[in-house]
């Protein structure tokens, strides 16, 4: 048996020598045969190069219509080589590009996997020039689509990702040397100008000096940087100054500039159809100016964003890992947004349980003009969360929660927030004008206190305009919610979600100017007012029926029911109230609604059917199958001039106007909005 079994490990170990052997000198010949091609393409890299070019050349002019130029090209090194000359003119536009000289290798080992790897850069003097002139570009070959040959393939956003970042990154030579390059982006009249005096990378470290517009600035994008790894650590600071960018507020109207950006790539995985990504991007004294953010310059001291990012197939994520800073405060997001099957937009937002102090001087500087300086005691907490699938945006999810704790205002900063409460001045504007002082309070003759105000007027605005103001705080989500599906269904802001309080705390205490920043102001205010109970439900009521527009100039119940009806507000039926809370979303239209004899149009009936129809179900009023008072609305002969009869031959200035175009189609659809917030807002509380 022993004998049996050497036999065999004797014949085993005699193959496996022969096959090894047989190996050894195929793995030879092939490196032989490596070796031989190698001296053959190194004793003709010349001519190879040069029918490279041509075929380069060549394409630039059939697809590209570029007439591409190459001086003396040759090799200066065993992977380098050298060109004196380049230019590329496209047909009939302004010059491309133009280099005086260029040294350029590549890496050899990736090189023979199909990876084109730079591995040193050396260009002396030249240009890029962008130019757009009227509908003319010298750029317009980038966005020349390719003909596409057979199917197109499914787009994989993690595979478009991690080519994309490749493609960055090996462009990044291991060496570089940059002098007197310059970039310049011409569109008409206006442009921009960037001269690379240097830069330069030399063992991962980048320096760069960078002269903005002749010498207006001097700019410096310094770090490392490490294409292997896909890792870089850079900052962008400017010579004595802060770096700005006027051509962006030229040509959008965005006033920018920063002390210091920097950026930080540290991982770059792909792995299993998954690319991830971490890094984090900061600023120094970022000043932001633009008329659809704020009214002023909004100042952030620091920001810091650090991000954890996921990118599937289907899918782009910012991770709840991600932190954003701004001072003291840290908040952690969520985005998600899903491509396919179909879109699916996902956010969430979330802090640990904050000092209510720190949370409002980490606000920048300028963004909340009102609550600069006020002085809080306590904690806060914030959750959102928002979901929408555009296939049911019907279903939107959204819930927006800021828990408090032992919460106090001590000192409030520059608008006092208890005003409401007191005589105060109140000023309405017109597209950015002051219109006239108006005094709230009981020494103007207009002022009318709440309780001699028509119940019918007090519950037709409230049906109409906030159902369930008297309980809630400030808000309700799913009016907002509802507010969310309209908008994206049609694409366009065709439903607000507006409460009593937040119109009341725009017209007394915000600029009338149409901001981002105002209207998170505007919520802000709103729960401060509605959760530290600064002023009781009836005292806001009461004051947003004293001020807000009722008509062209008109402002307050006390004006508004004298000027249609020339009546006290005690004294308006039905019909007159439930008129008045028709206009409150558009006042300028008021006169519209009536004919030249003074009786309202036919296609309000509707209006006041659902309106009144809402009152009697709450009890409000009595069931009336008549028109709710419709038929005795009546506007003071006085006015009746004002409305166009209808064989008139001038034109009805009314119906001109774009701001008082209220038609058909808008009253639909302002009727199906109170039918559908009766059924999901809470029922109020009747006024008496």
């Known amino acids: 048996m022993f004998q049996k079994l050497s036999s065999f490990y004797t014949k085993y170990q005699i193959t496996i020598q022969h096959y090894a052997r047989k190996a050894a000198w195929v793995l030879v010949s092939l490196v032989f045969l490596l070796f031989i091609a190698g001296v053959i393409a190194f004793l003709k890299r010349d001519a190879i190069l040069n029918v490279l070019i041509a075929k380069a050349k060549n394409k630039a002019k059939t697809e590209y219509q570029i007439k591409l130029e190459i001086d003396n090209p040759h090799f200066s090194g065993l992977r380098t080589v050298s060109f004196d000359r380049i230019t590329a003119v496209p047909d009939h536009r302004d010059s491309l590009l133009a280099l005086h000289h260029l040294d350029v290798s590549v890496q050899l080992l990736p090189l023979i996997f199909g990876d084109v790897k730079l591995a040193e850069l050396a260009m002396d003097s030249g240009f890029l020039h962008l ?16 003909k596409e040959n057979g199917e197109r393939a499914e787009l994989n956003l993690a595979s478009l990702g991690n080519r994309l970042l490749n493609s960055v990154f090996y462009k990044i030579p291991e060496d570089l040397d940059v002098q007197n390059f310059e970039l310049k982006w011409v569109e008409d009249t206006s442009g921009v100008t960037l001269t690379i005096d240097q830069a330069k990378i030399d063992g991962g470290t980048v320096q760069s000096n960078i002269s903005v517009n002749n010498g207006a600035a001097v700019w410096h994008v310094n770090g490392e940087v490490d294409p292997g790894d896909r890792q870089l650590d850079l900052t962008w600071f400017a010579d004595g100054k802060k770096v700005e960018l006027p051509y962006l507020e030229k040509r959008l109207g965005l006033k920018l500039n920063f002390d210091q950006l920097s950026t930080k790539l540290e991982d770059v995985s ?7 990504m971490s890094g984090y991007w900061s600023v120094k004294n970022l000043l932001i100016k633009h008329p659809k953010i704020a009214a002023h310059e909004v100042i952030v001291p620091d920001g810091l964003l650090n991000a954890e990012v996921a990118v599937g197939g289907k899918y782009i994520e910012l991770s709840e890992s991600s932190v954003i800073q701004l001072g003291k405060v840290a908040l952690n997001p969520f985005v998600r947004f899903t491509l396919k099957p179909h ?7 979330h802090t640990d349980e904050l000092e209510a102090q720190e949370v409002f001087n980490s606000f920048p500087k ?3 003009e009102s609550l600069e300086g006020i002085r809080v005691q306590g904690k806060l907490q914030y959750d959102l969360n928002f979901y929408l699938d555009e296939k049911e945006p019907d279903k939107v999810a959204f819930n927006s929660e800021l828990s408090k704790d032992n919460f106090k205002i001590l000192g409030y900063g520059k608008t006092n927030l208890s005003k409401i409460n007191g005589t105060f001045m109140y000023t309405p504007f017109e597209y950015g004008k002051p219109m006239r002082d108006i005094l709230i309070g009981p020494e103007n003759s207009n002022f009318t206190p709440l309780d001699q105000i028509s119940p019918y007027l007090k519950n037709a605005v409230l049906t109409a305009e906030d159902p369930s103001f008297f309980g809630h705080r400030g808000f309700v ?9 309209t908008n ?20 007394v205490y915000l600029s009338r100017q149409k901001t981002l920043a105002r209207k998170i102001e505007e919520m802000l205010i709103v729960w401060l007012i509605e959760n530290q109970r600064l002023s009781s439900k009836s005292r806001m009521f009461e004051v947003y029926l004293n001020l807000i527009e009722w008509g062209q100039n008109i402002y307050g119940i006390g004006e508004a029911s004298r000027y249609y009806f020339d009546k006290h507000p005690s ?21 519209y609604f009536f004919e030249y004899q003074g009786n309202l149009r036919p296609n309000m009936v509707g209006y006041f059917n659902t309106i009144g129809g809402l009152m009697a179900k709450r009890g409000l009023t009595e069931a009336d199958s008549t028109g709710y008072g419709f038929y005795n609305v009546r506007l003071k002969e006085s006015l009746r001039y004002l409305i166009t009869p209808p064989d008139s031959l001038l034109t009805d200035s009314l119906l001109n106007n774009d701001d008082s175009a209220i ?15 009766s059924v999901a807002l809470h029922q109020p509380k009747k006024i008496k």
């Open 131 to 146: 130019v757009k002139r009227d509908s003319l570009r010298n750029y317009d070959f980038l966005f020349r689509k390719k």
């Open 270 to 276: 792909y792995f299993a159809g998954k690319l991830k």
């Open 571 to 591: 004294e308006l039926n039905l019909g007159e109230s439930i008129y008045l809370a028709s206009i409150v979303p558009r006042p300028k239209s008021s006169l």
């Open 663 to 677: 038609g058909n189609e808008w009253l639909e659809a302002l009727i199906k909005k109170q039918q559908a917030d």
């Open 366 to 368: 300028g963004l909340f």
């Open 477 to 485: 989500e799913e009016a907002i919610r509802k507010s969310i599906a």
């Open 488 to 507: 994206f269904e049609r694409k366009a802001f065709k439903r607000g979600a507006s409460t009593i309080s937040m119109q009341l705390v725009k017209n």
């Open 343 to 349: 879109k699916i937009y996902e956010l969430k937002l």
